[in-house]
């Protein structure tokens, strides 16, 4: 694998106690590149998320963040790395109590050392690249679901992370605002140059946003193909991966 890529995964297993969720992972995410992390329900796609962000230690193998092998790394070292990761988390996970340009705030009050109006113009900025410009005072239940996730993202983005993290950004949306949350991930990696790994199972947005991607299995605990989504639709000669892909355009595995 590549070794300038931001993100490699080698040899990766990861388990809960004596309970392997999966193994033997090799892959690389390209710089620039929207990597997609499918497969069925069950499947582990979050868990090797949490991995790949520092949130939970694989039992075996290595995950490189811009060439450093994170998990063997102190924790100083860590702490750095992680601060060029930004995570949009499945619920949006927005604090109820604060308006969205305080919720986005929150981060650089927490770890930039920039004076209150600066702030402000940078919340405000955020804002606007998610489209949510003039909503800085509302607060999360004053809005849509849609729109709640679109603030998530400007909160991931408050730090101008390299690397941004999506835990299944199209859940509990209806299918158009699905839509326009897909072109507002190819909007970003366009005007930011965004590296992006999506955990999802939505056919469309993985068809419409993905580079490449894994398909991890439920059953064998490892990934089993990887690729354009588009050509291993095509191409590949692997049933499970044929059936995940040709599902006649439902949204959601059974």
């Known amino acids: ?43 582990g796609k979050t ?20 060439g450093v092998s994170f998990w063997e ?56 690249l998610v489209g949510l410009a003039g909503f800085g005072d509302y607060y999360p239940s004053q809005i849509s ?21 999506f835990d299944e950004p199209s859940a509990g949306l209806d299918p158009i605002t699905s839509s326009l949350l897909d072109e507002l991930i190819l909007e970003l990696r366009e005007s930011l140059g965004t590296t992006m790994v999506l955990v999802t199972h939505e056919l469309p947005s993985i068809f419409s946003v993905a580079d490449n ?7 064998t605990h490892t990934m089993i193909a990887i690729g354009d989504p588009r050509h291993l639709k095509q191409e590949s000669q692997n049933p499970k991966v044929q059936a995940f892909l040709t599902r006649g355009g439902k949204n959601r595995t059974e």
Do not use: H
């Not at 694998?1 to 992972?25: C, N, T, V």
């Not at 927005?94 to 702030?119: C, G, H, K």
């Not at 991607?213 to 059953?219: G, H, K, N, P």
């Open 1 to 43: 694998m590549p070794s300038k890529a931001p993100i490699i995964a080698k040899d990766l297993e990861i388990s809960y106690g004596d309970k392997i969720i999966q193994s033997d992972l090799n892959f690389a995410v390209q710089s620039g590149e929207i990597f997609v992390l499918m497969g069925g329900s069950g499947c």
């Open 47 to 66: 868990t090797v998320m949490r991995s790949l962000t520092g949130l939970k230690a694989p039992s075996k193998g290595q995950v490189f963040l811009e």
């Open 73 to 128: 790394s102190e924790q100083t070292t860590r702490d750095r790395l992680a601060r060029n990761i930004g995570v949009v988390y499945q619920s949006g996970a927005l604090w109820s109590s604060m308006t969205l340009a305080e919720n986005v705030a929150l981060p650089l009050n927490e770890f930039a050392d920039l004076p209150s109006r600066e702030i402000g113009d940078l919340v405000a900025l955020k804002l606007s």
């Open 145 to 165: 679901g849609g729109m709640r996730k679109r603030a998530g993202v400007a909160r991931a983005l408050a730090l101008d992370p390299k690397l941004l993290f």
């Open 213 to 219: 991607c894994v398909f991890l299995d439920a059953e």
